[in-house]
């Protein structure tokens, strides 16, 4: 098939839209790592800007590393991603599979009031208040349980079951299986491109926690990676040192900022086609 002038005309602009768009995403990662990798006193000399840096030193990490909140931190986040991740998926699940069965008397009712939630929700207010009554405040699970199940999540993996034939259901429950058996034998198995997706958008939640941290954990030991990243920033912006501590280079912000997003970057092209394939079959009802 032989195209026309304005085809290529339009396939060339939409080339250069997408390579203007793909630097801009690209640029500020490139400036943060490029700058983190300089030496200070190269980055002062150019004026804070540094594109591909011409001399490497690790120095900035080395002195992030030993640190003494950044391991703590870092071990915090591996745990509520970890721990989190898990429990979010198992609680979601749990939920799902009975609301993706049709004979579950008052599915339309429980269906109507979870997903009120993504619309409407009860407030920071009350919302710490049953934090703190019940005694997670200042540990761990305040940034874990609070959040536990996210309706979006889970209409992805209910809509994902409700497309299995049910066919498959029936004939395990005929062989003698219960109801516990043919979620985790036959459900679970079938659903794992859902459970990547639905596990990769807790995981990256989990790892990016600030706002319940902030709101719901006051001792420094248990703060995760992104509070002391920004306290870190917020430092290097003080024209004073109020403290006896130095202030962090920009050398040293940065590479504060690519120790808490490279995992998380390292991580997502191992699940990307699950991702995309998990998106496609739990968000269309076959």
């Known amino acids: 098939m032989v195209r026309s002038g304005k085809d290529r005309i339009f396939d060339a602009l939409v080339v250069a ?17 490029s700058v983190s990798l300089t030496p200070y006193e190269v980055v002062v000399k150019h004026g804070g800007f540094i594109l591909l840096p011409k001399e490497i030193t690790l120095s900035a990490y080395k ?11 870092f071990y915090v986040n591996i745990f509520i991603t970890a721990v989190g991740t898990l429990v979010n998926i198992l609680l979601t699940v749990l939920l799902a599979y009975p609301l ?27 919302t710490y208040l049953v934090v703190q009554w019940t005694g997670l405040l200042n540990t761990v699970w305040a940034m874990i349980l609070p959040t536990a199940i996210a309706t979006f999540n889970m209409l992805i993996i209910k809509t994902f079951l409700e497309g299995l034939p049910n066919e498959l259901f029936e004939s395990a429950r005929m062989d003698g299986a219960g109801e516990w058996r043919v979620l985790f034998q036959i459900a679970v198995p079938l659903a794992v491109p859902s459970l990547l997706t639905v ?9 990016n926690e600030f706002f319940q941290a902030v709101l719901y954990v006051r001792n420094k030991d248990l703060q995760p990676l992104q509070v002391v990243v920004r306290e870190i920033l917020m430092a ?7 403290t006896d501590k130095p202030l962090p280079t920009m050398t040293m912000q940065m590479a504060a900022v690519v120790t808490a997003s490279l995992p998380i970057i390292a991580v997502y092209p191992f699940i990307q086609k699950y991702f995309t394939k998990g998106m496609l079959i739990g968000a269309v009802k076959g």
Do not use: C
């Not at 002195?63 to 931190?73: E, F, N, R, S, Y």
């Open 17 to 33: 839209l997408l390579a203007i768009v793909g630097f801009m995403a690209i640029f500020p990662l490139l400036f943060v790592v």
């Open 63 to 73: 002195h992030l590393i030993h640190t003494p909140a950044i391991p703590k931190a």
């Open 100 to 126: 993706s069965r049709k004979a579950l008397k008052g599915r339309s009712m429980f269906l109507f009031f979870i997903v009120l939630t993504m619309l409407f929700n009860g407030g920071m207010i009350p």
């Open 199 to 207: 596990g990769l958008f807790y995981m990256v939640s989990h790892w």
């Open 236 to 242: 290097g912006q003080s024209e004073v040192d109020v």
